[in-house]
């Protein structure tokens, strides 16, 4: 089982940034499609963004385009997921996740092969 493991999250003030890693193993890493979700308080987990296996394509929810980026760095294990002009509705546990075949279209939690633990990100003032 691959590991993953998110990092970065922490309490901000709104309009703030934080960036998420998640590192995961290098060979399984590198052949599957990677994915940010989150799951607020009382609500379903849903996906912010993913990445193609190659970093070629990326998806953005809409509450999250135009503010939020994700990246990969396949030599370094790693995936980002930087956040900026951050709310309080972005207040949320985000999940790193990773799924294989490599495509990223229609990623749903059901869709995917594994979860890091969570990071929490809370966005108060």
């Known amino acids: 089982q691959v590991q993953l493991v998110e990092s970065g999250g922490g309490l901000v003030q709104p309009g703030g940034s934080l960036r998420l890693s998640c590192a995961a193993s290098r060979r399984t890493f590198v052949g599957y499609a990677m994915g940010w979700f989150r799951q607020g308080p009382g609500k379903e987990r849903e996906i912010v963004a993913a990445?193609?296996?190659?970093?070629?394509?990326?998806y953005y929810a809409d509450s999250a385009k135009g503010r939020f980026t994700m990246s990969r760095d396949n030599a370094r294990n790693t995936a980002y997921l930087q956040m900026n002009s951050l709310k309080p509705e972005d207040t949320a546990v985000y999940y790193c996740a990773a799924r294989y075949p490599r495509e990223i279209t229609g990623w749903t939690p059901a869709k995917t092969d594994y979860w890091g633990q969570g990071t929490q990100v809370t966005v108060s003032s």
């Open positions: 990445i193609s296996w190659n970093g070629g394509s990326t």
